[in-house]
């Protein structure tokens, strides 16, 4: 599967900003999706998964509460709506997908086996 992702761009604290991941085949719903995001001199850092269905979601302790992950399985589309966006969210976001994986290396950056090109999102303060 190849995966591109948008939306990314620069934001004011307390912004709000929607990544969209759009994928490629015909067996999009066959894989897990995901967010991955890397700050310049850090290491790459989980931020979002979502089931094959979409009826499971999870997330990074550091964004709970701010940011959804959904998907339109019809569209091939993983989406990840970034609400009350904080200057530490900075970063390079990609989007990332595996046909299997188990819970407890969905922060596991290996475990992901697809990744996207990346996405700048710069939050100001």
Known sequence: VQLQAFG??????GGSLRLSCAASGRT???YRMGWFRQAPGKEREFVAAISKSGGLTYYADSVKG???ISRDNAKTTVYLQMNSLKPEDTAVYYCVATYRIIYSNLGVPTSWHY???GTQ?????
């Open 8 to 13: 990314g761009g620069l934001v004011q604290a």
């Open 28 to 30: 999009f719903s066959s």
């Open 66 to 68: 701010r940011f959804t």
């Open 115 to 117: 990744w996207g090109q």
């Open 121 to 125: 999102v710069t939050v100001s303060s």
